[in-house]
């Protein structure tokens, strides 16, 4: 039972809510990246929680670690060579979507990948792709850990 609500978390919130479905590819790579980047904090608090109870400042300046657009962008290349033509193109249009707000403490182009980055795991969410989600998110915090 556990197992099922952990995969069928997404579709329980619209079953829940009584939401409509989704359909990730009419949305503007910006609103998968909104989504996108909820979705990718929650999984980094649920991991960096998961080491033990500490004050919340510490949880954070450890999630900042993970969820700034450095961090992202590292991530993101080191997942490229593991993404479907589908997801490259999702990723791709995130990037080179031109931001709503200027990159605050961050390159240009860590900004731009984090975007993209993050466009791409909003598409995974809205179609109800979670195991690959989290599989490529794998993949890029294990790419951090060889950097740290």
């Given at each position: 039972?556990?197992?099922?609500?952990?995969?069928?978390?997404?579709?329980?919130?619209?079953?829940?809510?009584?939401?409509?479905?989704?359909?990730?590819?009419v949305?503007s790579?910006l609103?998968?990246?909104?989504?996108?980047?909820?979705?990718?904090?929650?999984?980094?608090k649920?991991?960096?929680?998961?080491?033990g109870?500490?004050q919340v400042?510490?949880?954070?300046?450890?999630?900042?670690?993970?969820?700034?657009?450095?961090?992202?962008?590292?991530?993101?290349?080191?997942m490229?060579?593991h993404?479907?033509?589908?997801e490259?193109t999702?990723?791709?249009?995130?990037?080179?979507?031109?931001?709503?707000?200027?990159?605050k403490?961050?390159?240009i182009?860590?900004?731009?990948?984090?975007?993209?980055?993050?466009a791409?795991?909003g598409?995974?969410?809205?179609?109800?792709?979670?195991?690959?989600?989290?599989e490529?998110?794998?993949?890029?915090?294990?790419?951090?850990?060889?950097?740290?």
């Amino acid at each position: 039972m556990e197992e099922s609500i952990r995969t069928d978390f997404g579709c329980c919130i619209q079953e829940m809510l009584h939401l409509e479905a989704m359909d990730a590819k009419v949305y503007s790579p910006l609103v998968l990246a909104y989504i996108g980047d909820c979705v990718y904090d929650l999984v980094i608090k649920s991991m960096v929680i998961s080491k033990g109870n500490r004050q919340v400042h510490k949880l954070h300046e450890e999630t900042s670690s993970y969820v700034q657009a450095s961090a992202q962008s590292l991530m993101m290349r080191a997942m490229q060579e593991h993404l479907t033509a589908e997801e490259h193109t999702v990723y791709r249009r995130g990037r080179n979507t031109k931001p709503v707000s200027a990159a605050k403490n961050q390159s240009i182009t860590d900004y731009r990948r984090a975007t993209g980055f993050e466009a791409l795991l909003g598409y995974l969410y809205l179609n109800g792709e979670y195991e690959r989600l989290l599989e490529l998110v794998k993949i890029g915090l294990d790419s951090m850990e060889g950097q740290k």
